[in-house]
């Protein structure tokens, strides 16, 4: 804002909120205010209004201020200090900084506003502190590192990715979709509900969460049955075959049916796939069996063409989404299933 511009109608701390970014993003040298730093360097300077009438705004006057190489903003402000309009000293004490200051003298008028401006910074660092979106705001500017705010951290406490070493264990895109639904992550035991919204605002669809999914599981040779030797004994350890249908510790994710563009991001070793794999882990553990299965539209099925190309990268493997047909499918196709995690 240039000098004696209008001022925005906008709450007092609003307007500090919106100088202290601009300061930051024009790439000043602008010191937050009511901390360590030196007083010129701070991003705005504040002088009482002393006077008694009564004030039309909290801010009366704002203009840019040169403070030993630095350009700061002076707020002539209304609504707090020791004198003026809401000042907690005697009346008597405003009138005698008038009566100095008409003769010019301005010594202890500079006195008390160096205690206003204290005292108006950790008014407006106590309006911060508790709006944590405000931190996350000012880490976004330039130049300003890569320092977590109050509010990352406690986010990052919730969803259990907060460690001493400042070093997140999943990727940037998995850590932003944790934080996101941190409500669901620091809540326990975890359900089938926040499971399905943290994975479908990942993949990009609407999913169902298939709990108790059974599936056959092979048993160890040390617990398969030999007659007379071992794994003999009834309602123990005896199991006819050398496998078992279970479904306790077992689960499927199951997409809506999606086009072929998201098919083929929801293959595994994609992006989409590895932040899928990172937040399970993260919400679940290691406790369960996951997989996915990928509905695929029946129109939007790939034609079967055999080639002699040599670049692969964008053809399915066996297995993953490759059909001997050709034309679209009057059923939505559901062949495709990917391990998450077991």
């Not at 906008?10 to 307007?15: D, G, P």
């Not at 900084?97 to 910074?121: C, P, Q, T």
């Not at 986010?155 to 264990?169: H, M, Q």
């Not at 049916?257 to 553990?285: D, T």
């Amino acid at each position: 804002m240039t000098a004696k511009a209008r001022l925005p109608n906008t709450h007092f701390f609003q307007l500090l909120r919106r100088l202290e970014v601009d300061a930051l993003r024009v790439g000043r040298n602008a010191a937050p205010i009511g901390r360590d730093y030196p007083l010129h360097s701070e991003f705005a300077e504040f002088r009482v209004l002393q006077s008694l009438d009564f004030p039309h705004a909290a801010c009366v006057r704002l203009e840019p201020l040169q403070s030993q190489g630095y350009t700061k903003n002076l707020l002539h402000v209304a609504c707090f200090g020791l004198t003026g309009p809401a000042g907690v000293l005697p009346v008597h004490y405003t009138e005698l900084l008038k009566e100095r200051h008409r003769l010019k003298d301005a010594a202890f008028i500079r006195l008390l506003d160096g205690f206003n401006s204290r005292a108006i910074s950790f008014m407006y660092r106590a309006w911060r502190k508790n709006r944590l979106p405000l931190g996350e705001e000012q880490q976004l500017q330039p130049g300003q590192g890569h320092e977590k705010g109050t509010g990352h951290r406690v986010l990052l406490g919730y969803s259990g990715l907060r460690n001493e070493s400042g070093v997140s264990a999943v990727s940037t895109e998995s850590e932003a979709k944790a934080l996101y639904f941190s409500g669901f992550f620091s809540k326990r035991p975890r359900h089938a509900l926040g499971l399905k919204r943290i994975i479908a605002n990942a993949l990009g669809c609407a999913v169902s969460i298939q709990q108790f999914h059974a599936r056959w599981f092979d048993l160890d040779d040390d617990q398969v049955h030999i007659t007379g030797q071992c794994n003999s004994t009834l309602g123990r350890d005896f199991v006819i075959g050398s496998a078992v249908y279970e479904g306790a510790c077992s689960i499927r994710i199951r997409t809506e049916p999606v086009n072929l563009s998201l098919f083929a991001a929801l293959q595994p070793g994609k992006p989409r796939f590895v932040q899928l794999q990172e937040l399970v882990q993260l919400y679940l553990g290691q406790d369960y069996y996951i997989d996915l299965q990928v509905v695929l539209k029946g129109r939007e099925r790939p034609d079967l063409v055999m080639s002699g190309a040599t670049d692969t990268s964008k053809a399915f493997g066996l297995g993953e989404g490759l059909w001997l047909a050709t034309g679209p499918s009057l059923v939505d196709l559901e062949d495709t299933v990917h391990e998450v995690s077991r």
